[in-house]
């Protein structure tokens, strides 16, 4: 094969990939391949004013796509800007191929300005780092690279391209990287064992994460609860693994205090884990939150989270759809006419609730604040036809009661415990999805973490839609340290100052306009019906700033 420079073929190799957009903020270190990325034919360089914005945008793609993502970082201080970021996509097992350049392999013995470890900096937040020495191995590194990305537990893998590395000349073949197939179903054995520690359940309950969105086990998901009479819980999830208005479908668990997850699951006597670990809490149950002689099945790709913290009675190394498509089968013949009758009493209580609530939200008028209107007026509007990025945190709550969480892909809720992912989540996800509207929603706080996501949406002519979630403060940090205080005996008294965002105020439509996307402020209900019209009709991304 005829040879050419190193940083043309390593575009071809990605081309191969399908990896035709490539996300980043440029850098001296990366000027000769970023040329070549100019002059590259049906290749894509999108644009972002910082590197934590630039990964916030491929990881809303990644995610809107369910493929990977590429990723151009710039050497030590790009990479470092995006770390925060990238922890996100760890957590959250989005496939990036992130690549980052430095000056050369033959200024190493320098020790100049500029220089660092870039593959002991990605280590820590992603599942494979490493730095390409040689001309001979770039394209090689690279398809590890991709495979190791998509391979579950998905996630964000780095390759360190030093500049004459890619000068060099290059011979490697261009061959799509390999995709491991991981549809693994469990043994007929082992899906009986299950079947026969869950059948017996007079409490179960199903904990699910993304693993089950991943494989596309939703609707074997819902059949398996359904068979045993089984609340769902999400754990650790943010994307659609059961429609929100299943009627088995309970919520979260929780978040930021193990206590309550140990109130949601104490009562089990059994229990099936499917795609996710348990549990996220960032202050967790050191002691198992499960009663004891509870039945505990665990299935995952991801053997590493199987009885990482807690045992279970039988671990299934499987992908979801596969396992629970056994599952099913097995239980539809071995569940006895007592049992099915105690499950299918089950599902008829929650699914009179589920009626009775959706009877009182249909009957009941919003509560009169701008948010409430302005998202009443949205989903009647559109339908519910629209993808939602949710970084709202503490609004939440209330952005998911008149835009639930139904199709899959058509919501993304933010994870990782990083502020920052909503704006650019919005952006790439449009990017992906031209065809729908996307309606990214933060927090006055975490906007402002990436806000310039902004910029790359009106430069790059992406029809994104934004909105701050306003209340002047950190409010989840309000609410997190109420807790500590309860759980110290701690008097109330006020909130720390450096929770306060009221002074100077932000001025979040001029700030929008000042990046090229048009803005407007909501104060009052009747502004929030005109703000739903006008950032429908405006060609081009649109900023609400909505006051709570």
């Known amino acids: 094969m005829e040879a050419t420079p190193g940083r043309e073929r390593l575009i071809e190799q990605f081309k191969a990939d399908g990896l035709t957009v ?7 270190v990366e000027q000769g391949f970023l040329d070549a990325v100019d002059a590259a034919e049906d290749f894509r360089y999108v644009l972002a004013l910082q590197e934590t914005v630039a990964a916030g945008i491929a990881d809303g793609y990644a ?17 470092g800007n995006g770390i925060g970021m990238l922890y996100q996509s760890l957590r959250g097992h989005t496939p990036l191929v992130v690549v980052a350049g430095d000056a050369g392999v033959r200024y190493d013995a320098m020790d100049a300005q500029m220089a660092c470890d870039l593959v002991a900096m990605a280590k820590p ?30 996630g964000p893998v780095f390759v360190a391209l030093p500049m ?30 299950a079947a026969e520690l869950l059948a017996s359940a007079e409490r179960p309950i199903v904990l699910v994460g993304d693993g089950v969105a991943l494989s596309g086990a939703q609707k074997e998901l819902a059949a398996v609860a359904e068979l045993l009479g089984a609340d769902v819980y999400e754990v650790d999830s943010s994307e659609v693994n059961i429609a929100a208005s299943h009627p088995l479908r309970r919520g979260q668990t929780g ?78 013949r071995c569940l006895g006419p007592r049992r099915r009758a105690a499950a299918a009493a089950r599902l008829d209580v929650r699914t009179r609730e589920r009626i009775r609530e ?18 009443k007026t949205l989903a009647e509007r559109t339908g519910g036809d629209l993808i939602v990025f949710d970084e709202a945190l503490t609004t939440s709550p209330l952005v998911t009661r008149y835009l639930p969480a139904e199709r899959p892909g058509d919501y993304h809720l933010t994870r990782g415990g990083s502020l920052g992912v909503g704006f650019p989540g919005a952006v790439g996800a449009k990017l992906a ?9 933060a927090g006055d706080g975490g906007s402002m973490y990436t806000y310039q996501a902004l910029w790359t949406a009106a430069r790059h002519g992406i029809d994104a839609k934004f909105v701050v979630c306003n209340n002047r403060k950190y409010r989840l940090l309000d609410d997190n340290i109420a807790q500590y205080w309860r759980e110290r005996d701690i008097p109330e008294h006020g909130f720390p100052g450096s929770f306060d965002l009221s002074h100077p105020e932000i001025d979040f439509a001029g700030l929008a306009r000042s990046l090229g996307a048009g803005g407007m402020r909501v104060e009052k209900p009747d502004e929030a019906v005109a703000a739903v019209s006008r950032m429908l009709s405006h060609p081009g991304p649109f900023l609400v700033d909505i006051q709570i």
């Open 22 to 28: 490539m996300f980043g903020n440029p850098g001296t």
């Open 63 to 79: 995610r809107a796509t369910g493929g990977a993502a590429l990723l151009q970082l710039h050497s030590g201080v790009g990479l």
């Open 125 to 154: 937040v992603t599942k494979y780092a490493t730095r390409v020495t040689d001309p001979r191995s770039v394209l090689r590194t690279v398809r590890r690279a991709v495979k190791i990305a998509l391979t579950p537990p998905r």
């Open 164 to 193: 004459d590395v890619l000068d060099e000349l290059n011979s490697e073949p261009v061959l799509p990287s390999t995709q491991v197939l991981t549809d693994v179903a469990p043994s007929p054995a082992s899906v009986g064992r």
């Open 255 to 332: 978040h930021m205090f193990g206590p309550h997850s140990k109130e949601l699951v104490g009562d089990a006597d059994g229990v099936l884990i499917v795609g996710t670990y348990v549990f996220p809490e960032v202050f967790p149950e050191l002691e198992s939150p499960f009663r004891a002689g509870a039945k505990v099945v665990h299935i995952d790709l991801n053997a590493y989270e199987i009885a990482k913290n807690h045992p279970v009675d039988l671990g299934l190394a499987a992908d979801p759809k596969q396992a629970l498509r056994a599952l099913a089968g097995v239980l539809e």
């Open 358 to 375: 959706t009877r009182s939200a249909g009957s009941a008028t919003d509560d009169g604040t701008p948010m409430a209107v302005f998202l």
């Open 433 to 441: 999805r031209p065809e729908r509207l996307v309606v990214g929603f």
